[in-house]
């Protein structure tokens, strides 16, 4: 239990996630119109509670055949990445809020740095790029890679969220790795809300779609969690321990069974 406050500000937006392609290539995309691949059901719905799998909103399937005739015109790798980035903020990324789930981001496109970089790595994998989406303390982002260069896809900002520059790269990563950068470490401060103290990060992780799936849920627990309704949390808990057996998930269950016995009488366990 010995990092409690990253359990209270990860939902805050302020927390950074990393998903490793095992099989992709970190060289340049080629032909990428032609390796198109269909987003398959069950990563789509991992990011779902039970009640709300239904079927792919219109606006999820209006982005992808977008894209798709995007694809189509043979773009080179980099002017079709900044298309999925921007179309995905315009068709599906409208309202950055915290403690948004992925059902909020596909119903009324409130989102935040855990389900805003979901939709993008579906996105990415429907389109072949290689990527990885690291989880830290308090933030959520992609990183690409693209011709032997990192490219970072930062989902809450709609504006300048695509980083492209070593510079600019070498700098927002340096927060995250107590290298000490002003520039990034502006931006997640304004991420956050407030003013966030970066240099006791003690997680920088890479994760699939299915452990950020877990996060996801990590996330919604956290709202009940808040609200003291520790028995929603730790079911939502406990799906994402089955995803992402994590230090912070399990650490964040045990806390909520013993407050729901301190503060109800309430033996969770039994």
Not at 22 to 41: F, K, R, W
Not at 58 to 72: P, Y
Request: with cysteine; glycine share 6%.
């Amino acid at each position: 239990m010995k990092k409690i406050l990253p359990f209270l500000l990860f939902s805050l937006g302020v927390a950074s996630l990393g998903f490793s392609q095992e099989n992709a290539s970190q060289t340049a995309i080629s032909g990428i119109s032609e390796q198109i691949q269909p987003v398959q059901p069950a990563s789509f719905f991992l990011f779902l509670d039970e009640t709300e799998k239904t079927p792919a909103p219109t606006n999820w399937e209006a982005l992808q055949l977008e894209l798709d005739a995007k694809a189509s015109k043979k773009l080179d790798s980099l002017s079709l990445l900044r298309v999925i980035f921007q179309k995905t903020h315009q068709r599906l990324l409208k309202d950055y809020t915290q403690h948004s789930s992925f059902a909020d981001l596909l119903e009324t496109g409130s989102y935040d740095c855990v389900s805003g970089s979901a939709a993008l790595g579906l996105l990415l994998d429907r389109y072949g790029y290689s990527y990885e989406v690291v989880e830290t303390d308090y933030h959520v982002f992609i990183q690409v890679y693209l011709d032997g260069k990192t490219i970072i896809l930062e989902s809450t900002l709609p504006v300048g969220g695509m980083i492209t520059t070593s510079s600019a790269v070498s700098d927002y990563l340096g927060a995250y790795l107590n290298e000490g950068k002003p520039v990034a470490r502006n931006i997640n401060e304004g991420l956050a809300g407030t003013k966030v103290d970066t240099s006791d990060n003690t997680i920088f992780r890479k994760v699939n779609l299915s452990e950020l799936a877990g996060l996801q849920h990590y996330n919604e627990a956290i709202v009940h969690f808040n609200q003291q309704e520790y028995r929603q949390a730790i079911d939502l808990l406990s799906k994402a321990l089955v995803l992402y057996p994590s230090e912070r998930i399990e650490g964040l269950k045990d806390l909520s069974i013993d407050l729901a016995y301190h503060t109800y009488g309430v033996d969770i366990r039994k």
